[in-house]
């Protein structure tokens, strides 16, 4: 299903992969090896962090999974890590991100519902830049798509009440309250979460990461798809604008080349 990436942390992300072809498709924009397992494990580190945190049972359970994270963060400190995800990052300089990603997961658990639109970009602008320190690189704004879209697909099923992304001033305008979530069919959650995407601002930066770039512009063309049926399927031009992306991103990094090495000369 996809070559350049270890046996070990590829059976582990086979699942996640196999339901999420946008993953599945920008991970064949990042170079075979290294580059490609790091972007592999940030972006399902990150789901796993986000399922717990909004789509878990109930709230001992979300708790529990965060915990076990944190200590997991201090086993990756010793250089002692237990999970497969680990097999795509370096551990122990890791380790101190892990942690970060893992506290702002706990702490969105805990926080009450976002007041709007602008409280919510924050929040997820906020897991974009805990991402970062895993995932490298300098540009967050592909990652707050794929956290806001990935948000909005776990709360689509979600049967809990947890962390929430759905923000006050929306449900109060769709005559909604948040403990009625759990009840809502399917079509009425796909017409309150298309008006949440449709606030979503235009990019305005390009990333010098292809796989980001390239899932930056995935999520998004999901995000504006929302609520028409499949959105979730990749066509043709969803290929398309992935490597366009990830082309613009390429000439991007290519242009900072030179910056880099005046700067380290100086």
Request: glycine share 6%; net charge positive.
């Amino acid at each position: 299903m996809l070559s350049g990436v270890g046996p070990e942390l590829l059976a582990f992300c086979l699942p996640w992969l196999e339901r999420d072809p946008r993953l599945l498709l920008a991970c064949q924009f990042a170079a075979a090896g290294n580059a490609r397992e790091r972007f592999l494990a940030t972006a399902v580190l990150q789901r796993e962090l986000a399922q717990a945190a909004i789509a878990v049972s109930d709230q001992r359970v979300a708790e529990a999974k965060l915990a076990w994270w944190i200590e997991e963060a201090g086993a990756w400190a010793l250089g002692h890590p237990r999970h497969p995800l680990a097999y795509g990052l370096d551990a122990k300089a890791s380790a101190h991100a892990l942690a970060r990603l893992v506290a702002f997961s706990a702490d969105w658990l805990q926080a009450p519902s976002p007041d709007d639109f602008g409280s919510l970009w924050t929040l997820m602008q906020q897991g974009a830049t805990a991402t970062l320190a895993l995932a490298g690189g300098a540009e967050s704004e592909a990652w707050t798509f794929a956290w806001l879209s990935l948000s909005l697909r776990l709360t689509l099923d979600a049967k809990v009440a947890l962390a929430s992304v759905v923000p006050l001033d929306l449900l109060a305008r769709h005559g909604l309250r948040r403990s009625q979530w759990s009840e809502l069919d399917t079509g009425v959650r796909l017409r309150v979460l298309a008006d949440l995407a449709a606030r979503v601002p235009s990019p305005t930066v390009t990333a010098s990461d292809p796989a980001v770039a390239a899932l930056g512009a995935l999520e998004l063309r999901w995000l504006r798809r929302l609520p028409r049926p499949g959105a979730d399927r990749v066509g043709v031009i969803d290929v398309f604008a992935a490597w366009r992306a990830a082309r613009k991103a390429s000439r991007a990094s290519a242009l900072l080349q030179p910056r880099r090495k005046s700067t380290q000369e100086l």
